[in-house]
């Protein structure tokens, strides 16, 4: 999602990251795509699902409703994910609601990070048990490692490769792709970003007025992070809310149309911008349960750290019987910041044998 701006000859360009069609995969092309052909010259397959918005998951949705008709009872039909992070258990609630049974349905974890998908253990439990009783299969610390296409450019199975253990591979036939793992930056944005001359570390590199090296570009969001002297460490834009990120991008290149504010000088170097409305994001999960989480700018750390800070805050939990079980973290320190966090769990009226546990 780049829009291009031009005026007066200056280009603003505002990206969120597309995922990368499963890093490797892209690269490594199965016998029947002829493996002379450099993998980068083929479009990606039109059955490798890569869910950035609401455009991919309505492809993702009406593939769902051509393969009920036409593979349900076809075996060896299956729908492979790709990573296991909150976006995983989306598009598998996703999968399983549209009749995707669940048997049909792998999940490749890649190498699992340092955080579990919903930072709770509970939550992360429970979810995953249901999923497993859906028929769910997952392989954890196995990740895609290649792709077989047919002539109709159409991925028809795929490597799997144990991180584990080297040299073990298992091929798995599968009718379509989704990835869920980590985003990176295409290779398009990437062959664009690199035939503009801008520097490039992985990411687009900013100042901390969202200037990259060509002052006339601007740049923002989860494509970007601050070039290495601001020792950062891991705070890039992906922490924040979007939205916030998106005005402070404003409020940095209206100087160039106001001619007073034009005139002031700029410092040689300036702090980073300051961050502070909350990231949310929520979804209904298996069951109908919904799950929403709000919390302070980040980086991602382990519940079991967050609540051995001091400042932690209370947890209230109102989970099985009984009076609602408070959890006292370390008296809130003077001045910070408390984070408050409620999970909320509604069953759906109907939503089956997995949505009458309540919420």
Known sequence: HHHHHHHHGKKVSVGGTPLAAGGAAVSEVGE???????????PPPSNMFVLNDDVDAARLSAWCDTYVRKFKESPGANVVIVGYNFHSFVAMTGLLTKGIPGNRIV???????????????????KLRSQAEAAG???????????????????????????????NEHSVVPAQAVVCCDEQTVDVVGFKAINNACLVFDGHLVI???????????????TLTKYARRYHANGWSHGRYSSREVGQRLAQSFL??????????????????????APKCRGATLLGGVKYVHIGSPALETRLVELMADPSYGLELTTEGEGPPHVAQGGGPAEGSAVQAKAVIGAAAAGAGAAGEEGG
């Open 32 to 42: 029947e795509g002829g493996a002379d052909r450099a993998a980068g010259d083929l």
């Open 107 to 125: 999940v490749a974890t890649g190498p699992l990070r340092n955080v579990t998908p919903f930072n709770n253990h509970h939550i992360d439990m």
């Open 136 to 166: 769910v299969m997952f392989r954890p610390h196995w990740k895609l490692s290649g792709v077989t296409r047919d002539a109709a450019n159409a991925v028809v199975k795929v490597k799997l490769s144990n991180l584990r253990q080297v």
């Open 207 to 221: 100042n901390a007025r969202f200037k990259t090296n060509d002052p006339h570009i601007f740049a923002a969001g």
């Open 255 to 276: 100087p160039l149309y106001d001619p007073l504010a034009a005139s002031m000088p700029y410092p040689e170097f300036e702090e980073l911008p300051k961050f502070r």
